[in-house]
């Protein structure tokens, strides 16, 4: 079995600063793929990053990257000089077995940019 | 390219009433998923289809609820008859399985947020 923890709940932040949403996994699988998922009010889940676990250098797609520390078992997203429009809902999620099969999710991070 | 289709977008029955949810995945995608978001959760798989079969069905509670992708295109999820707890948000993804491997994104589409009262 495959599990995610978020441990943030929720995030206020102040625009134009670089904020970390935190994401810990767990799986007995050697290969498995970690992704980060957007979901503002409109209710769509809006795909940013993914990392794969043979990856040797982290994720960075433009201003998210993810710090994936393997050994910890760790994922964090990482936004760079955010924005206002990056307020939404995030959740991490994983794959793991080979084959497409079906995401695991954690419970989500709800942040908040201030103006 | 056009993005995951779902149609309704909202829906509001009474608990006992059958109800519907259909997907249209992008073109291409031969995987296709339902998930179940309820409130302040992540989203949790119902069921996988490769194509037209489906390959992963053991979290869908099969005494109410069914699904089928006839063609191995767009599908439909239905609930028959639904209750109180089902209110959520059905989401509908696609994948390409291009390797079979860990790296195939899915994409989503923008749900059915359904009310049961």
């Known amino acids: 079995a495959q599990k995610i923890t978020q441990t943030q709940p929720g995030m206020f932040v102040q625009e134009k600063e670089a904020v970390t949403l935190d994401c810990t996994y767990d799986?007995?699988?050697?290969?498995?793929?970690l992704f980060w998922y957007k979901q503002p009010s409109s209710g769509e889940m809006i795909f940013l990053i993914y990392?794969?676990?043979?990856?040797?250098q982290n994720a960075t797609e433009g201003r998210y990257s993810l710090n994936f520390q393997k050994a910890r078992k760790s994922a964090n997203l990482v936004i760079s000089a955010s924005q206002l429009g990056d307020s939404a809902m995030y959740f991490c999620?994983?794959?793991?077995?080979?084959?497409?099969?079906?995401?695991?999710f954690g419970k989500g991070t709800h942040l908040i940019i201030q103006p | 390219e056009a993005g995951v289709v779902q149609s309704p977008r909202y829906k509001i029955i009474e608990k006992k009433q059958p109800v519907a949810f259909w997907c249209n995945p992008i073109?291409?995608?031969?995987?296709l998923y339902w998930y179940r978001q309820n409130l302040g959760q992540g989203p949790e798989l119902l069921i996988r289809?490769?194509?037209?079969?489906?390959?992963?069905d053991s979290q869908l509670p099969k005494d109410r609820f069914s699904a089928e992708r006839l063609k191995g295109v767009d599908s439909t999820l239905k609930i028959q008859p639904a209750e109180l707890g089902d209110s959520a948000v059905y989401l509908c993804?696609?994948?390409?399985?291009?390797?079979?491997?860990?790296?195939?994104?899915?994409?989503f589409g923008p749900g059915t947020r359904l009310t049961v009262l």
């Open positions: 799986t007995s699988d050697p290969s498995y793929g």
């Open positions: 073109s291409g995608h031969n995987t």
């Open positions: 999620a994983m794959t793991s077995g080979g084959g497409a099969d079906g995401l695991t």
């Open positions: 993804a696609s994948s390409p399985w291009t390797s079979g491997e860990n790296t195939d994104t899915q994409y």
């Open positions: 289809y490769e194509n037209e079969e489906a390959v992963d």
């Open positions: 990392q794969g676990s043979y990856d040797q």
